[in-house]
């Protein structure tokens, strides 16, 4: 396999679960978390400050500033007067890059869609579920009542959102950003992860063709 898969998540929707067992089933790496890791390894950043502002949108952002910046690698003068939000957005992009570059993986989240949209070898997925499992999911895993748990996935999607909205020029959970959009909550976990296989391995097929 050389294929890259992304994925974007709605919160609750066993995106990350499913990102590992699609990554298991291939035998090859899971970045989420990772990710941070290894951008503050390689950026210099600590990694509490890139956790801090990891998938988290912030209002002063100039968006043409950070594609500039971007272009002209770190040492453009604007990086330095940069807020830190960007500089940890443009750490993330770069690892991201090089990750795909490195070999075939699955990445979850953090735009990488938007990052690797030059990349031929690359799909794009979306996970998402309807509400009642979305919710029972975020009870069971963060131990909270009902109405915590709705309160908890409606904040982290609309944080979701407003970063992928204001770093990707597309439109974060609409089909027509993705190549594949699955809800989880009609197949669930494995049922989602063999549909995606499937889909991976015919887009193989067809490549070579």
Known sequence: MNTVITIGRQFGSAGHEIGEKVAEYFGIKCYDKELLTR??????????????????????????????????????????????????????????????????????????DYALAELPNCINLFIYA?????????????????????????KKDKQRQSYYNYYSSKKWGRADSYDLCVNSSVLGVEGTVKLIAQYVEDFEKRNKA
């Open 130 to 154: 309807d509400e009642p499992t979305k919710i029972k999911r975020i009870m069971e895993r963060y131990q909270l009542s009902e109405a915590k748990a709705r309160d908890m996935m409606i």
């Open 39 to 112: 951008a503050a390894k390689e950026s210099g950043f600590c990694e509490e400050m890139i956790q801090n502002h990891d998938e988290r949108p912030t209002n002063s952002f100039l968006y043409n500033l950070v594609m500039d910046t971007y272009s002209f690698g770190y040492n453009a003068s604007s990086f330095v007067d940069m807020p830190i939000s960007h500089k940890v957005f443009l750490a993330q992009f770069d690892t991201i890059k090089k990750v795909a570059a490195e070999e075939p993986c699955v990445i979850v989240g953090r735009c990488a």
